[in-house]
T-cell receptor, first 114, second 113 residues
Framework: GAGVSQSPSNKVTEKGKDVELRCDPISGHTALYWYRQSLGQGLEFLIYFQGNSAPDKSGLPSDRFSAERTGGSVSTLTIQRTQQEDSAVYLC????????????FGQGTRLTVV | QQQVKQSPQSLIVQKGGISIINCAYENTAFDYFPWYQQFPGKGPALLIAIRPDVSEKKEGRFTISFNKSAKQFSLHIMDSQPGDSATYFCAARDSGSARQLTFGSGTQLTVLP
């Protein structure tokens, strides 16, 4: 596809379960970002990948959150032992280069922890 | 610490009116200021952006005004249309190594027909 693809679009999970969210960036984009959007809030930076460099994990809210990017393309955000406060929309974005002037967003994964 | 403050939280404008959304920042290392438009169920999409070396940028009905000394920037939507109803986010990019965007809290705009 031409755009950033995220899956699943919706995820309902029980408290304490682990979840994996997937992001397929635009082909050729070397920079990939994960953001979290809580209801009525702005976008909170979580983690950033640039090529083969070590990721910037400075925005991850706790050690229950982790992410990886395989082969410089697909990324997976994993949340372990989910809590109700993890409920949010998780957005992935990619850009052509690090700090590229346009970041293209996927439509997000809406996570609900019950 | 919120680095980009956005107001108002919500805005209702009549069709044909002017919508104005304001943002203020603290970090002088920001070097790029985009505005994103988000429709329900969609990811944010870049609308217009400005760099700090210019004071104004206009694209169609959308204008960014930038005041570097006051560390403020605003989005003006002229001749607002019902189709402009969406949530608008201002953002700022750090000139440091990560280059991630820091977003404001968003403004929900409703343009009445």
């Amino acid at each position: 596809g031409a755009g950033v693809s995220q899956s699943p679009s919706n995820k309902v999970t029980e408290k304490g379960k682990d979840v994996e969210l997937r992001c397929d960036p635009i082909s050729g984009h070397t920079a990939l970002y994960w953001y979290r959007q809580s209801l009525g809030q702005g976008l909170e930076f979580l983690i950033y990948f640039q090529g083969n460099s070590a990721p910037d994990k400075s925005g991850l809210p706790s050690d229950r959150f982790s992410a990886e990017r395989t082969g410089g393309s697909v990324s997976t955000l994993t949340i372990q032992r989910t809590q109700q406060e993890d409920s949010a929309v998780y957005l992935c974005a990619s850009s052509l280069v690090q700090g590229g002037t346009e970041a293209f967003f996927g439509q997000g994964t809406r996570l609900t922890v019950v | 610490q919120q680095q980009v403050k956005q107001s108002p939280q919500s805005l209702i404008v009549q069709k044909g009116g002017i919508s104005i959304i304001n943002c203020a920042y603290e970090n002088t290392a920001f070097d790029y200021f985009p505005w994103y438009q988000q429709f329900p169920g969609k990811g944010p999409a870049l609308l217009i952006a400005i760099r700090p070396d210019v004071s104004e940028k206009k694209e169609g009905r959308f204008t960014i005004s930038f005041n570097k000394s006051a560390k403020q920037f605003s989005l003006h939507i002229m001749d607002s249309q019902p189709g402009d109803s969406a949530t608008y986010f201002c953002a700022a990019r750090d000139s440091g190594s990560a280059r991630q965007l820091t977003f404001g809290s968003g403004t929900q705009l409703t343009v009445l027909p």
